[in-house]
């Protein structure tokens, strides 16, 4: 069985591109071009280049010894959370950045929840000096006022979404509609391994270097280049499907992906997809989402912003369905205390989308020969007025 | 029944029912169409709104199924659609609502509506209810020709449902023969590069598209949709198309008058 992309878009039964005819054109043009012109060799150069200089890669494999004596096993963090911007969002922006300008396009778009993917589009457009605009629900505007004052820094105009439930999946309709009524001269940078085909292979071919980096670390450090277990948080999935993607296919690793059960996988307000979802179409692709029997698309809820969406990529899909990755969802509570517990054993404070992956070495049980890779997406910067409020600090 | 009499059966109710698009299109006179919101003002408005429209004089009704997300939708109808999703509308009760509707109204009926609520009623659950109620065709923005095309062709034939593909200014000839060899009622050309609702009058480039267009001799009639208003867009679309659809407009004039006047809003145009 492939766990990648067939040649149709589609990882399995999920995927596609189940767009408006207006969305067509601008579909297509970067279905026919993503391969060729992210091949091309001097596209590979900028690339690595930027990623090296600008973004700070490779980010450090660091062998957390406190959490693995605790956990009897030998434990690794991926310090996506020392990229530039403070997340492994920005791997992807500079990659679509180069694209969009190959393309020739003038004008960038982008969604954004809690801000993160709004910073790093903001931020790559401001590298290479090219308009951007970000579309923003008015609720996460307003939750999220730090990341909305990066981006007004970083030239950026943040345009509030005002339909509907007024945040992400709103956003992101803001945005296609952007994209429908400039077909011309627009790119728009998806922040996941969400949407029409090509995005979600596109995205995370470009967030793939993590897993690139993490063989080559870990050939260095154990001898030997797969884990037995690679642990991330899915939202929408890009971290995960970057931490993956050199996995998908090596039987020997165990891929455990993490959702999140905001209050509890049954309370009603979750983002737990595997859990809750069932298989439709969303932004353009066919997914598992969560939705009323009626097929209305339904708002997720969890304390972290960033894994609040109603769906879950294709490729996660698949991997769910085919049963190649274990997913598990841990709650708010589990993800605070962990957030808590990750900074007092190691001296990192993780954003609380990752301290979920963290929660599930909880949930498990480990030989203490096991290689335990868990993807610290994003730092907890962005966090730390929900962790003051949360623990009263 | 007998196998001949159910094959004559469907035989009749394909002629006499499934045909209602086709025989609409054969007419001389240029297609005045209506979209707007089930549900919309209120949830029970659907069949009087229908009735009044076929009424005053409208050649074909699209009857918007709503969704919490409609990705093709400007401000207008969306907001309709969410109001419509809150009075109570879903697709069980828009059937319900439409399971008497040809006892009394013989015009076009045709659904416009987003793929996922379908997928989950079921795609053939779906059709065979529309065919049941007298529904002629559908509309869904985002169900590409190609996926139909490969799944989905034979359920809609099987029912005698029309399905109605989009073409913009940016479809390429090629996609938009191989739409118009799909397509078997009309093909909705879509007037600008933009959601519904977005724009006042047409300029010399979309004139230059109507024309390009009309110029393919397309076996499928066109009937021109977005950012018709009034009776002056009105009568430039269906100067190179066979018909015209509003939308925005109509929901704008539900919202400001709920479902009076609607004949004085038809008079207007034509």
């Not at chain 1, 910073?119 to 790559?124: D, F, K, R, S």
């Not at chain 1, 598990?328 to 962990?338: E, F, G, P, V």
Request: proline share 4%.
């Amino acid at each position: 069985m492939s766990f990648h992309v067939n040649e149709k878009g589609y990882y399995g039964e999920f995927g596609g591109a189940y767009i408006p005819e207006m969305l067509y054109p601008n579909v297509e043009e970067l279905r026919q071009n993503y391969l060729k012109i992210t091949a091309d060799p001097s596209f590979q150069a900028e690339f690595d280049a930027l990623l090296q200089d600008y973004v700070g890669r490779p980010t450090p494999l660091y062998f957390a010894e406190r959490l693995s004596q605790k956990y009897n096993a030998k434990i690794y963090l991926k310090r996506e959370d020392l990229c530039h911007t403070g997340a492994h969002k920005v791997n992807n922006t500079i990659g679509q950045i180069l694209l969009a300008k190959r393309l020739g396009k003038k004008r960038i778009i982008a969604e954004t929840g809690a801000g993160q993917h709004g910073v790093a589009t903001a931020t790559v457009c401001a590298l290479m000096g090219l308009e951007c605009i970000v579309y923003m629900g008015e609720i996460d505007i307003r939750r999220q006022a730090p990341n909305v004052a990066r981006m007004k820094m970083l030239g950026a105009e943040v345009r509030p979404a005002l339909s509907g439930s007024k945040t992400l999946k709103d956003a992101t309709n803001e945005a296609i509609r952007d994209w429908i009524n400039n077909p011309v001269d627009t790119y728009y940078i998806i922040g996941s391994v969400v949407g029409p085909h090509p995005y979600p292979d596109m995205v995370a071919r470009f967030q793939s270097v993590i897993s690139k980096e993490i063989k080559a670390q870990l050939l260095e450090k154990e001898g030997r280049e797969n884990p037995d277990y690679v642990i991330a948080c899915v939202g929408g999935g890009s971290n995960a499907a970057g931490a993956y993607y050199h996995f998908l296919d090596e039987k020997d690793v165990n891929i455990i992906a993490v959702e999140a059960a905001g209050l509890g996988v049954d309370s009603g307000e979750s983002a737990a997809t595997s859990a809750l979802g069932k298989v439709g179409i969303i932004h353009g692709s066919k997914t598992l989402l969560m939705q009323t029997p009626d097929g209305q698309i339904t708002e997720p809820y969890s304390i972290s912003a960033g894994l609040d969406y109603p769906g879950v990529g294709p490729m996660h899909a698949h991997l769910f369905a085919s049963g190649r990755a274990q997913f598990i969802s841990i709650t708010d509570a589990q993800a605070m205390n962990w957030g808590l517990e990750l900074s007092k054993m190691e001296g990192i404070i993780p954003a609380i989308e990752s301290a979920h992956a963290f929660a599930v070495l909880d949930e498990m049980t480990f030989n203490p020969e096991d290689v335990v890779v868990i993807n610290l997406s994003g730092r907890g910067d962005k966090d730390l007025n929900t962790y003051i409020d949360y623990f009263k600090l | 029944m007998t196998k001949k009499e159910i094959g004559e059966l469907t035989t009749n109710i394909y002629f006499t029912i499934m045909n209602r698009i086709n025989q609409k299109l054969q007419e001389t006179k240029k297609i005045l169409s209506i979209y707007f919101s089930a549900g919309y003002p209120k949830l029970n408005d659907t069949v009087q709104i229908i009735q009044d429209l076929e009424k005053s004089g409208i050649d074909m009704i699209e009857i918007g199924l709503p969704f919490s997300d409609p990705l093709a939708d400007g401000p207008t109808i969306q907001a309709s659609s969410t109001q419509a999703l809150h009075n109570g509308m879903t697709t069980q009760v828009l059937f319900d609502q439409l399971k008497d509707i040809r006892k009394t109204v013989s015009i076009p009926l045709v659904i416009m509506g987003y793929f996922n609520p379908m997928l989950q009623y079921g795609v053939e659950n779906f059709c065979q209810k529309c065919a049941e109620i007298g529904i002629d065709g559908l509309i869904i923005p985002d169900l590409p020709v190609d996926v139909y095309a490969e799944q989905y062709k034979e359920i809609f034939e099987k029912h005698g449902i029309i399905n109605v593909f989009l073409i913009t200014p940016q479809t390429a000839d090629e996609r938009i023969r191989f739409i118009d060899s799909v397509s078997d009622g009309f093909i909705y050309m879509v007037s600008s590069a933009s959601v519904t609702g977005s724009q006042s009058g047409f300029g010399s480039a979309q004139q230059a598209y109507f024309k390009r267009i009309a110029d393919m001799n397309l076996k499928n009639p066109q009937v021109i949709g977005f950012g018709i208003s009034n009776k002056e867009t009105f009568n430039q679309a269906t100067q190179f198309a066979k018909g015209a659809i509003i939308g925005s407009a109509f929901i704008t004039h539900l919202t400001e008058n709920g479902t009076a006047k609607i004949e004085e809003f038809v008079k207007a145009i034509r």
